[in-house]
């Protein structure tokens, strides 16, 4: 075992002189999304549909390095360097990848009783390969109370509106690899067979979306006319 004296670290370290550190990140998203909208009156009921597709791609990608045994700080430029920095260059990236088909319906009776209702298939690279899409729906109702025949000449209360909607929504926000097995190789030694790996999380082929019931009821609350 080679031991370095106190004199010679202290060398080691006047050689490395100045340091240089540069990371990078670049990110690229893409999204689109095709509709189809149809809306009918006809009497005191109106109705409107919209169906459509959105899909999303992002990726990201990130690296860093460091160089050092600089002799001046006039020159920046990793080639004036004389070796890398203690440790070995880092790099990761990142794909998401999701698509949604969906349809949304409302209905009025009189602009006072209405009704929608949303159904959506969603689909996320984020999740296990056997469990990519998942539906959900939400369905709500209202009052307009200020549409009614004893609040038409109110000097009081001139908007009046009462909800209540219930429904299941997603959630996607998930890392990105998180369903697949990650490796981590070891680039220090090496063996006839190639390099050396070992599991450093496992993945879920089975990962779901995160679902949940939600309900909520709200008054809307009365304007006073001035």
Same mark, same amino acid.
């Given at each position: 075992l080679?031991?370095? $004296? /106190?004199r *010679?670290? *202290?060398m080691c370290? /006047?050689? /490395?002189k100045?340091t240089y550190?540069k $990371?990078?990140?670049?990110s690229?998203?893409?999204?689109?999304?095709?509709?189809?909208?149809?809306g009918?009156s006809?009497?005191?009921?109106?109705?409107n549909?919209v169906?459509?597709? !959105?899909?999303?791609?992002?990726? !990201?990608? %990130?690296?860093? &390095?460091g160089a #050092?045994?600089?002799?001046?700080?006039q020159? $920046?430029s990793p080639? &004036?360097s004389?070796s890398?920095?203690?440790?070995k260059?880092?790099?990761?990236?990142s794909?998401?990848r999701?698509v $949604?088909?969906?349809?949304?319906?409302?209905?009025?009776?009189?602009?006072?009783?209405?009704?929608?209702?949303n159904l959506?298939?969603?689909?996320?690279s984020?999740? @296990?390969?056997?469990?990519l899409f998942?539906t959900?729906?939400?369905? @709500?109702?209202?009052?307009n109370?200020?549409q009614?025949?004893?609040?038409?000449n109110?000097k009081v209360?001139n908007y009046?509106?009462?909800?209540y909607?219930?429904?299941n929504? @997603?959630? !996607?926000?998930y890392?990105?690899?998180? %369903?697949s097995? +990650?490796y981590?190789?070891?680039t220090?030694?090496s063996?006839p067979?190639?390099l050396?790996?070992?599991?450093?999380? =496992?993945?879920n082929?089975?990962?779901? =979306? #995160?679902?949940?019931?939600?309900h +909520?009821?709200?008054?809307t609350r009365?304007?006073?006319i001035s």
């Amino acid at each position: 075992l080679h031991l370095l $004296s /106190r004199r *010679q670290r *202290q060398m080691c370290i /006047r050689d /490395r002189k100045g340091t240089y550190t540069k $990371s990078s990140t670049t990110s690229n998203s893409v999204t689109g999304r095709v509709n189809l909208t149809v809306g009918r009156s006809f009497g005191e009921h109106t109705l409107n549909g919209v169906a459509g597709m !959105q899909f999303s791609d992002k990726t !990201q990608e %990130s690296y860093g &390095f460091g160089a #050092q045994g600089y002799t001046t700080d006039q020159f $920046s430029s990793p080639n &004036f360097s004389s070796s890398y920095a203690t440790g070995k260059p880092s790099a990761s990236d990142s794909k998401n990848r999701s698509v $949604s088909y969906y349809f949304n319906a409302n209905y009025a009776y009189h602009m006072r009783y209405l009704l929608d209702f949303n159904l959506t298939t969603n689909g996320a690279s984020q999740f @296990g390969i056997n469990d990519l899409f998942t539906t959900t729906w939400a369905v @709500g109702v209202g009052w307009n109370v200020h549409q009614e025949n004893f609040l038409a000449n109110s000097k009081v209360i001139n908007y009046l509106k009462l909800r209540y909607s219930l429904g299941n929504p @997603g959630n !996607q926000n998930y890392d990105a690899k998180l %369903s697949s097995s +990650i490796y981590m190789y070891n680039t220090a030694y090496s063996n006839p067979f190639g390099l050396a790996a070992s599991v450093e999380t =496992w993945g879920n082929n089975n990962l779901k =979306w #995160q679902l949940s019931l939600i309900h +909520i009821s709200e008054p809307t609350r009365p304007e006073p006319i001035s």
